[in-house]
């Protein structure tokens, strides 16, 4: 696509629209400095129109079978595979990542989008079951029971800042939503409007070439849009990935809805690294590299990034620290994705910086538009207190040590923990005998445990868990990565009695979609 064609008009339906005044602009990550393109904010019946579209299409779109929807995602892959250099440049300017990085998440995106693909030819997400009737049971005859799982209906979801490719437009939640059979409205985010430009366009081409509704795609622009999306009537799931603020406030306007729905909403995390005595003894020198080099990744712009660093009083663990500060000090400024999520950055380090019983490590004083990584050091009763600084995310470079002065105070101090998306033990083979009493904690507070590696990188597959108790997320039950991600946006329907003429496809006798169905309580591809 050629950039001189994008008009910065709404994706409404399958139309380009803007009929509000008001615009907003798309900034160079790097200088600060204003695009030349301006997008024209949503207004309140254009969101409207969108999601009303959204509903009507609902019922054809869900009717569709899986591999009609599995044939889209994978146009949309094509079709975002397909976009040229000149579109990686646009991100490149609109988030001040490298082109590796973008190069490496365009990847990963077009990967989670055939990833569904699969699941959807399997059909294991429908969960499909069948207990055909008995009627000759005593005391009482059985009816015939057969269930499987449909979309919600149209999907609200909001582009993050950090991932502008696999957790925005086409990212994660809207790929989900959509093989879920679930109609979508995006509401872009501000850091990266161009490169949502690219996408939606992207998505557009595919419905068109596979025949499906335009309406069950649509993207606004906007500050202050978010309100009107989540509070319309025919919005029934909500998919966010941000601040613990932004996603609260999202989940208070769909709780107090007349119609409650819920949000599945990727927040807070500090995601602590346990060194264990052992392991700290063996290899001190390595971990501390590996565990500076997770910490700055990416600006230290990832929600998995390493906030919190716990380790028992030691010679070993001195050893560390003093490992970690030197290398820490050492690391360059980078630019972050934008002013905003700088002056955030800011915000939390003058926090931490203020408050008596935190101590900085390493780090240069912050200046200019780029964000220098810090090391700081708190006192173990923070942690035991449960003081809410301390467990609150701060998004870029920075980690937190604490020493604890036993095992059984680590214990403790892990109990006090808030949720998290992972928890990681650094230890050796005689470290997990003797903590082995931590895991069962653990489990309690995240919702993927590592050992022996990082939390920075998320692999999308099967067994991927991307989620965890609140403040992680808004709903410990579901992950925004990996193929369970779509049961957040499926619920299971009963049909009792029913013919099979009019009995969908997963469940009639002759299981025509050819999938694993659970019959009479065993897992069967057979016909009835």
Do not use: W
């Not at 406030?249 to 409650?260: I, V, W, Y």
């Amino acid at each position: 696509m050629n950039i001189l064609k994008i008009t910065g008009q709404n994706f409404i339906a399958g139309q380009r629209l803007n009929s509000g005044k008001q615009v907003v602009y798309s900034y160079d990550a790097s200088t600060g400095e204003a695009l030349d393109y301006s997008f024209y904010q949503a207004t309140t019946a254009e969101i409207d129109q969108a999601v009303q579209a959204a509903y009507v299409a609902y019922p054809q779109f869900r009717a569709t079978l899986p591999e009609q929807r599995a044939l889209l995602l994978e146009s949309i892959a094509n079709e975002i595979d397909a976009l040229d250099e000149q579109f990686i440049a646009i991100v490149c300017q609109e988030t001040a990542l490298p082109k590796a990085r973008i190069l490496g998440e365009r990847g990963r995106t077009t990967g989670q989008l055939r990833l569904f693909a699969q699941v959807l030819r399997r059909g294991d997400y429908l969960a499909a079951r069948i207990d055909p009737a008995l009627p000759d049971r005593q005391p009482m005859a059985r009816q015939d029971l057969r269930q499987y799982k449909i979309g919600i209906g149209p999907v609200a979801v909001f582009g993050a800042s950090n991932f502008p490719l696999a957790f925005s437009t086409a990212g994660g939640d809207t790929t989900a939503a959509l093989a879920a059979g679930c109609p979508v409205v995006v509401k872009a985010h501000s850091g990266h409007m161009l490169t949502a430009e690219y996408i939606a366009n992207a998505i557009s081409t595919a419905l068109k070439k596979c025949q499906m509704p335009a309406a069950i795609f649509s993207m606004i622009y906007g500050q202050g849009v978010g309100e009107a999306l989540v509070k319309h009537p025919f919005i029934k799931a909500v998919g966010f990935t941000g601040s613990l603020k932004g996603g609260n406030a999202l989940c208070a306007m769909a709780a107090a809805r007349a119609e409650p729905i819920p949000v599945f909403a990727e927040m807070s995390s500090i995601n602590p690294m346990i060194l264990l005595p052992k392991a700290l003894e063996n290899r001190a020198a390595q971990i501390a590299t590996d565990m500076c080099a997770s910490v700055v990744m990416g600006c230290g712009q990832f929600c998995t990034n390493p906030g919190l660093i716990i380790g028992i009083k030691s010679a070993a663990f001195s050893q560390f620290i003093n490992l970690l500060s030197d290398q820490m000090a050492q690391q360059p400024a980078q630019t972050m994705l934008n002013r905003g999520t700088l002056k955030s950055y800011q915000h939390g380090l003058d926090a931490l910086l203020a408050h008596a019983e935190i101590s900085h490590l390493a780090g240069q004083t912050q200046q200019g538009n780029q964000a220098y990584p810090q090391l700081f050091k708190a006192d173990v009763n923070m942690l035991l207190e449960q003081d809410a600084l301390l467990q609150e995310e701060v998004f870029g470079p920075t980690t937190i040590i604490i020493e604890v002065e036993s095992a059984a105070q680590l214990q403790h101090a892990l109990n006090n923990l808030r949720g998290q998306l992972t928890a990681s033990l650094i230890a050796e083979a005689q470290d997990l005998t003797e903590f082995a009493n931590l895991l069962p904690i653990l489990e309690e507070k995240s919702g993927r445990l590592l050992i022996n590696a990082y939390p920075t990188g998320v692999e999308v597959c099967d067994a991927m868990v991307h989620g965890g108790p609140y403040p992680a997320t808004s709903d410990a039950r579901g992950t925004s990565v990996g193929s369970l991600a779509i049961d957040r946006f499926l619920r299971p329907v009963c049909y009792q009695n029913y013919p099979d003429q009019l009995l969908p496809p997963a469940l009639q006798n002759a299981n025509p979609l050819g999938i694993q169905r659970l019959i009479n309580g065993v897992l069967s591809t057979a016909k009835l």
